[in-house]
């Protein structure tokens, strides 16, 4: 069994968007976009991004008319959301603290996001089945649950490899190095971070996280769904939603339909 340190603490909140500023936020927008509409949610809808982190989705789905609540377990996640959405004045986009296992706002919403392989980080079933159970809990009756996960099946035929990583970030340089393990009975994937980041002066921080991440299977998917009272509607590749969810796509997106 893999012994977790605490994920998205201060140091990797900081490091955060840096390390990620390649990442394609404004296409999986307009994805979700395209996705809505495809669905029968056309026009400004009220949005809930369940795992926000440092609200790369939910700001620019407010800044295209969108009510956006997003909620995440990691204050220094959310205080990096709250500076951006106090920088661009945004009102729209409102931010919280909140476990998605148990969170209860109170109120329904016409789609539920997990982004980011969310979903993954629910390693046990009773930690996946909270975490769905709060997806049906805040959707409207005929809402959108979008999220995106590892594939299982492309987990097993390409598995992952130790990678590294450069970036800058102002003054600073970031280097992350990865290192990964499968267990493969249990479809998780150990993932350690060994971070250092020097500034300008020669200083140098050095940290690790250790993340485990689920992998799920698309059977596995509907299964889970279903029994939260979620329809599994579509699964393909991931950012790139026009290819199957085959053992090519190690990245997908489903998108389910509450009853």
Not at 80 to 99: P, R
Request: a negative charge; proline letters at 3%; aromatic letters at 8%.
């Amino acid at each position: 069994m893999f012994g977790v340190t605490e994920a998205f603490g201060r140091s990797y909140a900081g490091a955060y968007d840096a390390i990620y500023r390649s990442k394609n936020y404004a296409g999986e927008v307009e994805l979700v976009e395209r996705i809505l509409l495809r669905h029968g949610l056309s026009g400004p809808r009220r949005i809930l991004d369940l795992g926000c982190g440092t609200g790369n989705h939910a700001l620019p789905l407010a800044e295209r008319g969108h009510t956006v609540v997003g909620v995440d377990r990691s204050p220094a996640m959310l205080k990096q959301a709250g500076a951006k959405s106090s920088a661009a004045h945004m009102k729209s986009a409102v931010f919280c603290q909140g476990d998605i296992r148990d969170v209860d706002l109170g109120r329904r919403f016409d789609a539920v996001l997990m982004m980011f392989t969310v979903l993954g980080y629910q390693r046990e079933d009773a930690d996946l089945m909270a975490a769905l159970a709060t997806t049906r809990r805040h959707l409207e009756p005929d809402g959108l649950f979008i999220f995106d996960v590892w594939n299982g099946l492309a987990v097993i035929a390409d598995p992952p490899r130790a990678r590294e990583i450069t970036v800058t970030e102002g003054n600073s340089r970031i280097i992350r190095k990865t290192r990964t393990e499968l267990d493969a009975e249990r479809h998780l994937c150990r993932v350690v971070f060994d971070l250092e980041r020097t500034d300008k002066n020669g200083g140098t921080e050095r940290w690790q996280e250790e993340h485990v991440v689920r992998y799920y299977f698309p059977d596995e998917l509907e299964r889970v769904l279903g029994q939260n009272q979620l329809d599994l509607v579509s699964l393909r590749s991931f950012p790139d939603d026009e290819a199957p969810a085959d053992e090519r796509a190690w990245n997908v997106i489903g998108v389910a339909r509450a009853r």
